[in-house]
């Protein structure tokens, strides 16, 4: 009997292990699918999280991300999925011309990274969903946005300058 429990125990760590190699292994999605640099390559990430396999190794991935809090730890992931190019289209709930990165099957597996994280498995919902929407509104901001909202600012506020003619005086009072 002991032999035989002995056995099994052999058996199961083997199936545990060959599991592991297989499931464990997300070096593929990380080089193959990230950063996401259009709406394109994003829905085709969409299509592909249909399978169970595939969302099992995107979670792995962005699981092995990490970070200090839930602030970099979003911020990380974010990095790494995807540019500013996309994430400029999207608001947390979609507003306007922007979509909705919530209706999107990668919001779900970002909740669930966050939730299987020993550090963040008290962090809400909400917590998640205010962070995000954070990060989505500065999006444009990002690889070099800021600066060129600034010379957008500063020329519209300039005033136009003359193309060589001379400056007209006011000479209504003058008798």
């Keep these: 009997m002991k032999r035989e429990l002995a056995y099994l125990k052999k058996m199961i760590t083997q199936v545990h292990v060959a599991q592991n190699r297989t499931d464990d292994?997300?070096?593929?999605v990380e080089e193959q699918m990230f950063p996401l640099n259009d709406?394109?390559?994003?829905m085709a990430l969409e299509r592909e999280l249909n399978d169970r396999k595939?969302?099992?190794?995107?979670l792995k991935f962005l699981c092995s991300i990490g970070g200090h809090n839930l602030g970099d730890a979003l911020t990380r992931i974010f990095n790494v999925l995807m540019k500013p190019a996309i994430s400029c289209n999207y608001t947390l709930h979609g507003k306007g011309k922007k979509k909705s990165f919530k209706a999107l099957k990668l919001y779900s597996i970002i909740c669930k990274t966050i939730s299987n994280t020993k550090q963040f498995?008290?962090?809400?919902?909400?917590?998640?969903?205010?962070?995000?929407g954070k990060w989505l509104t500065g999006s444009s901001d990002r690889d070099g946005g800021r600066n060129r909202r600034r010379e957008r600012t500063a020329a519209a506020a300039a005033p136009p300058a003359a193309a060589g003619l001379p400056p007209v005086f006011d000479t209504s009072d003058v008798d």
């Design 25 to 28: 292994d997300h070096s593929d």
């Design 39 to 42: 709406n394109d390559q994003l």
């Design 54 to 58: 595939m969302r099992k190794k995107v």
């Design 121 to 132: 498995e008290s962090v809400t919902l909400k917590e998640i969903d205010m962070l995000v």
